[in-house]
């Protein structure tokens, strides 16, 4: 019979009743994690089965549920997904890919993959398989209100070889995309509706092989917002009612470096009539007379229509050098390296529109 009377008995109570506190806590979390990686693993399985049911292939060799307790980690083995019965059929397999999920942050949703892939995607008009290594591919999707929210894509060391002979391989040493909704609701023109984030490094891949400026683009970053939001319905009726309201494409920077040709530029984007872009653009351009030069050597260009290009080049800086008396003039005719006003001519000959660099 217990002692009530010993003191002993009541200086461990507080350590009884704490220890009770906390197996009581761990085993409710427990049961939460168990229940919430069961679900996330009925859902996955759903929307497989949803895909399926519309004509995609999405096969994987086994499924399991990790990462307790701090998250829960879906793992595929030998996962596969694709669209074999379109006109130009796509696919891709990998040796397993992750799906994360945070207990505590149920709208982010981190996918990965990395090791053995392969990807198969049309190429003119035909589909072209490749093969090899990724080591790092992530995507993250939020969610807000059960509606995307944000989408996050990044690429590190991707190495794929063509199966095809003389196809030349997809190398991307690192790539960012990122795009936001910043507006739930109906923004007017002057409010930021959205966000596009691109980033670009290093890559090769098989359209790139007749390009006269070399088969690497070295660099390409975007970064632009969406002024105005669209509308629910059909594409074209929201892009019509999305330029009607003054909707724009507001670019804060777009540069680009393939080759010797380095390109700079911000301004406006908008949509005439015909939906076609228009826009006013301030660039800076380098490497311009080198990017005709190849253009010459690949019979892009023929020699009179070079030296046609050139001159206009030339008579494009020449009234740069007239709005600004300062600039060095051996300097912008070597590269052109000047902020150029945004001006276009129509080239007799071929009717393109040709920017006046």
């Known amino acids: 019979m217990a002692d009530f009377d010993n003191p002993a008995i009541f200086k461990r109570r507080p350590w009884w009743i704490a220890a009770s506190v906390l197996a009581l806590l761990a085993l409710t979390y427990s049961a939460f994690w168990f229940t919430l990686a069961l679900n996330s693993r009925d859902k996955v399985l759903h929307w497989i089965e949803a895909q399926r049911a519309q004509g995609f292939t999405a096969r994987y060799d086994s499924l399991e549920a990790a990462g307790f307790p701090l998250a829960i980690r879906l793992e595929f083995i030998n996962p596969g997904f694709g669209a074999p019965n379109v006109r130009h059929p796509w696919g891709w397999e990998g040796a397993h890919l992750n799906l994360f999920l945070k207990p505590w942050d149920i709208n982010t949703i981190m996918a990965e993959t990395s090791g053995p892939q392969m990807l198969a995607i049309p190429i003119n008009g035909k589909t072209e398989t490749f093969n090899g290594e990724a080591l790092r591919a992530e995507a993250t999707l939020s969610l807000s209100g059960g ?211």
């Open 147 to 357: 509606q995307p929210k944000g989408f996050d894509l990044r690429l590190e060391q991707i190495e794929l070889q063509a199966e095809t002979m003389g196809l030349a391989g997809i190398k991307i040493a690192q790539a960012s995309v990122q795009v936001e909704r910043l507006v739930a609701g109906k923004a007017d023109h002057q409010t930021a509706s959205a966000r596009l984030e691109v980033t670009l490094q290093g890559a090769e891949g098989p359209w790139l092989t007749a390009s006269p400026l070399g088969g690497t683009v070295q660099q390409l970053s975007l970064d632009a917002r969406q002024m105005g939001s669209f509308d629910q319905g059909l594409l074209i009726e929201a892009l019509e009612n999305w330029r009607d309201s003054g909707g724009t494409i507001e670019i804060a920077k777009i540069s680009l470096q393939h080759g010797p040709l380095k390109i700079s530029a911000d301004g406006t984007l908008a949509l005439d009539e015909r939906l076609q872009p228009i826009g006013a653009l301030t660039a800076r351009v380098e490497g311009f007379f080198e990017a005709i030069d190849g253009l010459h050597r690949l019979g892009a260009v023929t020699p009179a229509r070079r030296h046609h290009r050139q001159d206009s080049a030339r008579r494009a800086v020449a009234k740069v050098q007239e709005w600004w008396p300062g600039a060095p003039e051996s300097g912008a005719q070597r590269t052109g390296q000047h902020a150029l006003r945004r001006s276009h001519r129509t080239d007799e000959n071929s009717g393109n529109r040709l920017a006046a660099v």
